[in-house]
T-cell receptor, first 112, second 113 residues
Framework: GQQLNQSPQSMFIQEGEDVSMNCTSS?????WLWYKQEPGEGPVLLIA?????ELTSNGRLTAQFGITRKDSFLNISASIPSDVGIYFC????????????FGQGTTLQVKP | DAGVIQSPRHEVTEMGQEVTLRCKPI?????LFWYRQTMMRGLELLIY????????DSGMPEDRFSAKMPNASFSTLKIQPSEPRDSAVYFC???????????FGDGTRLSIL
């Protein structure tokens, strides 16, 4: 079946550093979503992307929908301790179905 | 506005018992999704509904799993009989439309002994 390859699997960084993570696939997606999950909670939507090439920001977070529609990246600038969590990409193959395919997640740890 | 509400938050039961997980979607959302999250397989879609009608249940692992949505504000996921390998966190999510982002509840952590 379709798969999303998310990397890196984990990151341990110093507070203030910038972070970059990405998702790639062999399939073309119509929508890319980025979620953050903290312990004991459900994934929370960070950014939604709907068009190839789209670049969207949400505070210190910036995400882009790749031109080929097969990839997306998420950047976090000037990381802070509360950025700790697991970040998931999710792609929707066709907009007329509700099926999302999730990446395996990037675990981010920030050292104060 | 209230988000997606799931209950119970935690469930511990012995294998062979029936388990029922509950979900209340965000009001006005026409789509409801059930996911399972494990370390090995990540987040997997089990089934989703549109206007209370099941659309795709291809992710339901076995006949032991069933889901219903009797009305727009309530859905259940039932496992009968439960097995230890069903232990996971089960999430419910809802969205306004098929092309709109899904919003997740805080999940039910299920442990089958």
């Amino acid at each position: 079946g379709q798969q999303l390859n998310q990397s890196p699997q984990s990151m341990f960084i110093q507070e203030g550093e910038d972070v970059s993570m990405n998702c790639t696939s062999s399939s073309i997606f119509n929508t890319w979503l980025w979620y953050k999950q903290e312990p004991g909670e459900g994934p929370v939507l960070l950014i939604a992307l709907y068009k190839a090439g789209e670049l969207t920001s949400n505070g210190r977070l910036t995400a882009q929908f790749g031109i080929t529609r097969k990839d997306s990246f998420l950047n976090i600038s000037a990381s802070i301790p509360s950025d700790v969590g697991i970040y998931f990409c999710a792609g929707q193959l066709r907009r007329n179905t509700g099926k999302l395919i999730f990446g395996q997640g990037t675990t981010l740890q920030v050292k104060p | 506005d209230a988000g997606v509400i799931q209950s119970p938050r935690h469930e511990v039961t012995e294998m062979g018992q029936e388990v029922t997980l509950r979900c209340k979607p965000i009001s006005g959302h026409d789509y409801l999704f059930w996911y399972r999250q494990t370390m090995m397989r990540g987040l997997e879609l089990l089934i989703y509904f549109n206007n209370n009608v099941p659309i795709d249940d291809s992710g339901m692992p076995e006949d032991r799993f069933s889901a219903k949505m009797p009305n727009a504000s309530f859905s259940t996921l039932k496992i009968q009989p439960s097995e230890p390998r069903d232990s996971a966190v089960y999430f419910c999510a809802s969205s306004y439309d098929v092309g709109q982002p899904q919003h997740f509840g805080d999940g039910t952590r299920l442990s089958i002994l």
